[in-house]
């Protein structure tokens, strides 16, 4: 399979957890792009990597929140002791670098804060 | 702030007739538009797109029009199907920076059989 995929598919937690997702983009696709979308809003942007490096964050992206692509390749998003405003849909997406316009989203990890 | 907006959030329409959705923006720094879909539980899917040196771009029965003076575009689609059922999103980038896309709101489009 050549998409973009995230893990898990959906999360459920409890106020104060902490939670961690992963997204897998397409293969030697160099630019890795988090954004958040809440109910009846469009996705907005996060944070994104070009290889390994955070180049860029929202201001959206509170202390609360930590992405990492070690490697290039697969990254995550952690979000610290949640709160029930966190709960959205968090979608991955990919590009390579010189085709930015072509962004490809993974169907998303859906989090639940109760 | 929202920078891009689509004030319709529904659009119903006969199978086999035109869609078209809407779709301002405000910042005239923004210079690539697109058109995503998506459907329940999946993410969204790109549909067409535009360079601001344009003001059309066709691909089979999606076209995209472009009105930089009144910072609006739009998306038609004919003739609609059913199988065009979904939330369209409108997003814009400027090509300097993280080229990150910013969304509109979405309109879902309901195609009636």
């Known amino acids: 399979d050549t998409g973009v995929s995230q893990d898990p598919r959906h999360k459920i937690t409890k106020r104060g957890q902490n939670v961690t997702f992963r997204c897998d983009p397409i293969?030697?696709?160099?630019?890795l792009y988090w954004y958040r979308q809440t109910l009846g809003q469009g996705p907005e942007f996060l944070t994104y990597?070009?290889?390994?490096?955070?180049?860029?964050k929202s201001r959206l992206l509170s202390d609360r929140f930590s992405a990492e692509r070690p490697k290039g390749s697969f990254s995550t998003l952690e979000i610290q002791r949640t709160e029930q405003g966190d709960s959205a849909m968090y979608l991955c997406?990919?590009?390579?670098?010189?085709?930015?316009?072509?962004?490809?989203f993974g169907p998303g990890t859906r989090l639940t804060v109760l | 702030d929202q920078q891009v907006k689509q004030n319709s959030p529904s659009l119903s329409v006969q199978e086999g007739r035109i869609s078209i959705l809407n779709c301002d923006y405000t910042?005239?720094?923004?210079?690539?538009f697109l058109w995503y879909k998506k459907y329940p539980a999946e993410g969204p899917t790109f549909l067409i797109s535009?360079?601001?040196?344009?003001d059309k771009n066709e691909d089979g029965r999606f076209t995209v029009f472009l009105n930089k003076s009144a910072k609006h575009l739009s998306l038609h689609i004919v003739p609609s199907q059913p199988g065009d059922s979904a939330v369209y999103f409108c997003?814009?980038?400027?090509?300097?920076?993280?080229?990150?896309?910013?969304f509109g709101t979405g309109t879902r489009l309901t195609v009636i059989p």
């Open positions: 997406a990919s590009s390579f670098r010189g085709r930015d316009n072509e962004q490809f």
């Open positions: 293969s030697e696709h160099n630019r």
């Open positions: 990597f070009q290889n390994e490096a955070q180049l860029e």
């Open positions: 910042n005239s720094m923004f210079d690539y």
């Open positions: 535009i360079s601001s040196i344009k």
């Open positions: 997003a814009a980038q400027t090509q300097t920076g993280a080229n990150n896309l910013f």
